[in-house]
C-alpha cells in the first residue's frame, strides 16, 4: 500500500523574512493532522516534537540586527547591546556591519562597533568606525576562522559594543546601522 502525503500551511508570508519564519517555527508548536480522506472520525492530530524542528534549524543562518542612536542610554564612553544569546554550542562565523546613518552629536569626536562576547568585545568582529559618512562600500565583514574561539559554552551572549570619544553614548543624536550575524547551534 502507497501513502500519500500532503503539506499544507496556512501562514500569512508575504513580506515575511526568512529569520522571521525561524522565529516563528521556534515559538509554536506544529500539529501534524494524519488525514486519511476517508472519515473525520478517523483522521488524527499528532503534536511534533519542536526540538526535532529547531534541530533541522541548526544550520548557519544570518540574523539581523538594527541600532540606532536611540538605543545607546548610558551615560558613559562605551555602551554594550545584547543582540542574542546562543545556544548550548554555538558557532559565529560570521559578522557584517553597515550604518546607514553616521552616529554624531554631543560633541562626539569617533564612535565604533565591535561584536564580540562579555570576555572579549571584539571576538567577531573588531572596531568598525560609524562615525564616517555611510557609503556603498563602507561596511565591515570579518569571517570567523578560529574555531576555538568561535564555540561557545551555553548561553553566551553575543553583542555589540560602542566605543564614543569625546561625548557619552547617550549624548549622540544621529546613527543607524544594522549587525547581520552569520551563525548556527549545533544540536
Given at each position: 500500500?502507497?501513502?500519500?502525503?500532503?503539506?499544507?500551511?496556512?501562514?500569512?508570508?508575504?513580506?515575511?523574512?526568512?529569520?522571521?519564519?525561524?522565529?516563528?517555527?521556534?515559538?509554536?508548536?506544529?500539529?501534524?493532522?494524519?488525514?486519511?480522506?476517508?472519515?473525520?472520525?478517523?483522521?488524527?492530530?499528532?503534536?511534533?516534537?519542536?526540538?526535532?524542528?529547531r534541530a533541522a534549524l541548526k544550520v548557519?543562518?544570518?540574523?539581523?540586527?538594527?541600532?540606532?542612536?536611540?538605543?545607546?542610554?548610558v551615560a558613559a564612553n562605551n555602551e554594550?547591546?545584547?543582540?542574542?544569546?546562543?545556544?548550548?554550542?554555538?558557532?559565529?562565523?560570521?559578522?557584517?556591519?553597515?550604518?546607514s546613518e553616521a552616529f554624531t552629536g554631543?560633541?562626539?569626536?569617533?564612535?565604533?562597533?565591535?561584536?564580540?562576547?562579555?570576555?572579549?568585545?571584539?571576538?567577531?568582529?573588531?572596531?568598525?568606525?560609524?562615525?564616517?559618512?555611510?557609503?556603498?562600500?563602507?561596511?565591515?565583514?570579518?569571517?570567523?576562522?578560529?574555531?576555538?574561539?568561535?564555540?561557545?559554552?551555553?548561553?553566551?551572549?553575543?553583542?555589540?559594543?560602542?566605543?564614543?570619544?569625546?561625548?557619552?553614548?547617550?549624548?549622540?543624536?544621529?546613527?543607524?546601522?544594522?549587525?547581520?550575524?552569520?551563525?548556527?547551534?549545533?544540536?
Amino acid at each position: 500500500m502507497t501513502q500519500r502525503f500532503s503539506r499544507a500551511a496556512d501562514l500569512p508570508l508575504a513580506n515575511v523574512t526568512r529569520q522571521d519564519f525561524y522565529d516563528l517555527v521556534e515559538q509554536i508548536k506544529p500539529l501534524l493532522a494524519l488525514l486519511d480522506g476517508s472519515d473525520a472520525a478517523t483522521d488524527q492530530t499528532l503534536e511534533v516534537n519542536s526540538d526535532l524542528i529547531r534541530a533541522a534549524l541548526k544550520v548557519p543562518r544570518w540574523k539581523k540586527f538594527s541600532i540606532s542612536h536611540d538605543d545607546l542610554t548610558v551615560a558613559a564612553n562605551n555602551e554594550t547591546e545584547v543582540l542574542f544569546e546562543l545556544g548550548t554550542t554555538g558557532y559565529v562565523h560570521a559578522v557584517y556591519m553597515k550604518h546607514s546613518e553616521a552616529f554624531t552629536g554631543g560633541g562626539a569626536t569617533l564612535v565604533t562597533a565591535s561584536v564580540g562576547d562579555a570576555g572579549d568585545p571584539s571576538l567577531y568582529a573588531g572596531a568598525f568606525n560609524v562615525f564616517q559618512s555611510p557609503a556603498a562600500a563602507v561596511n565591515q565583514y570579518n569571517t570567523i576562522t578560529d574555531s576555538n574561539a568561535a564555540i561557545n559554552v551555553p548561553g553566551i551572549s553575543v553583542q555589540v559594543q560602542f566605543q564614543s570619544t569625546g561625548a557619552y553614548c547617550n549624548a549622540l543624536t544621529t546613527g543607524e546601522m544594522d549587525v547581520w550575524v552569520l551563525y548556527s547551534e549545533m544540536p
